[in-house]
Each structure stands twice: as structure tokens, then as C-alpha cells.
């Protein structure tokens, strides 16, 4: 996150919350950033996802959106009511452009949570390239009144489910290692955990340090094995 985008975000915190919330809120993060600033990847293999959620709700239900003229407005407010509505915005229409999938969780008709994808690449810079067949799963959030209820493993579940016929790759994902809730909810997906990085970035290019997994490793291996086979396609096209 840039700059003036955490100034912006922690304005409209200020605006909402108040003085005394706020500080508490950086101090936190200044915390997060310091002493828990790793990152905890994960993989999924999307050709070995088979079965769909089991025991859902009936209340429970799901909705993918490619574009943001699909987006209904009502769910729109619920989504950047604790962002900065013209950076939220901005940031949805920036996805959507890059061909992105927003896809809703609802129960009884009301947003619970959301999760975004994207196919063969990441919106930001990530820790190492994705092949056109991986699939990159980012900013989950389910909102505070529906929290405990197993609402993100079963959009994650959902999703693999979904998209194992569309993508023949693996599915990645990512939390940090300060968020328990989402670690927990992640093991109770089929991603499986890669390692441990952390990720910085001088003009735009990251900088990685990984610590190193056999997970890891082989992932990278299937990434370079990927990316010879594409530029080999490619040269025998030309």
C-alpha cells in the first residue's frame, strides 16, 4: 500500500471513529508492520479440486461479477463502508479493467462477504510470476456480523470449485502471518501452505525474500518449467 493511500485510508478512519480510534488503529499497524510483517502463501493444485462445499446453508449464496455495471450500488456502499469511497472505487474499477471476478457471499439476500480473482496474473506485483492457467485469489473480507460462521472457507471452497473446469493451473493465495482468522479459515480449504516471504519494491519491482520451503522450491521449479514451455510455443509460432 502507497503512501498516500494509507494516509487516505486512515483519514476516512479518523472521519468515522475519531481521534482516540485512530491512534490505536496506527499503533497497531505500526505494530503489524514491524513485528509480524510476513506474508504466508499458499497453493492449490485447481485439477485435484473435485467435491463442492458440503453442509451450506441454504441461506448462502454466491454471485460472480466481471464487470462493475453489474455491481448493485446498495452492495457497493456495504463494500467501501469502512474504505475511503474514491480510492474503493477506484480500486474496483481497476480490477474489473483488468479482467478480475468479484464474487459475492449473501445470506438471506444481505452481503456477507467477497473475495476478487484474476486469471494468469496478479494485480499487484507479486512474489514470483503466475502461468496464464494459475488462478490468484486476494482480498478476502467478510463482514463483522457474519464472521464465525465459516463464511470465507466456504467462498474459497466455492470458488476452487468453480473455476477447476476454467483453469488447469494452480490456485495462489496469500495472508499475513498476524491474521489468525484467515490462517484458520484457510486450513479448513484445500490450499496447501508454500512458505513463509517478505515483499518489498524499488520502482515498481518487488523485492523478494522467501524463507524457503521444499513447497516453495518446487513451485518455483513448475513456474520456470511453465515459463520455457511458453517461450518455446512462442518461438515455433514465429
Known amino acids: 500500500m502507497g503512501v ?14 475519531g481521534v482516540g480510534a485512530t491512534i490505536r488503529r496506527a499503533g497497531l499497524s505500526l505494530r503489524r508492520k514491524l513485528f509480524s510483517n510476513r506474508m504466508i502463501l499458499f497453493y492449490c493444485d ?21 464487470s462493475y455495471a453489474e455491481l448493485d450500488q446498495q ?6 463502508s469502512f474504505w475511503n469511497p474514491t480510492q474503493a ?4 474499477l481497476e480490477r ?28 499487484e506485483p507479486h512474489y514470483f510470476p503466475l ?19 465459516g463464511i470465507n472457507p466456504f467462498l474459497v471452497t466455492h470458488i476452487l470449485h468453480s473455476v477447476s473446469g476454467e483453469c488447469g493451473g494452480r490456485a495462489f493465495i496469500e495472508a499475513a502471518e498476524w491474521n489468525k482468522a ?3 479459515s484457510l486450513r ?16 515498481h519491482r518487488p523485492i523478494v525474500c522467501w524463507d524457503q520451503t521444499e513447497a516453495v522450491q518446487q513451485v518455483q521449479k513448475d513456474t520456470q518449467r511453465t515459463d520455457r514451455a511458453s517461450n518455446m510455443a512462442r518461438s515455433h509460432e514465429r
Open 131 to 149: 502461468a496464464q492457467d494459475d488462478l490468484h485469489l486476494f482480498d478476502f473480507h467478510v463482514f463483522p456480523g457474519y464472521r464465525g460462521q
Open 96 to 123: 474489473f479493467e483488468k479482467g478480475a471476478s468479484l464474487w459475492y457471499t449473501k445470506s438471506g439476500g444481505k452481503l456477507a462477504g467477497y473475495g476478487w480473482t484474476l486469471q494468469g496474473g496478479t494485480i
Open 75 to 80: 452492495d457497493f456502499k456495504e463494500m467501501i
Open 188 to 203: 479448513k480449504t484445500s490450499f496447501r501452505r508454500m512458505g513463509w516471504a517478505r515483499k518489498s519494491a524499488i520502482f
Open 182 to 184: 484467515q490462517l484458520s
Open 4 to 17: 498516500s493511500s494509507s494516509i487516505s485510508r486512515f483519514a476516512a478512519y479518523y472521519k468515522r471513529h
Open 89 to 92: 472505487r477506484r480500486n474496483i
Open 46 to 66: 485447481l485439477a485435484e479440486v473435485t467435491a463442492a462445499p458440503a453442509n451450506v446453508p441454504s441461506s448462502l449464496k454466491v454471485e460472480r461479477l466481471k
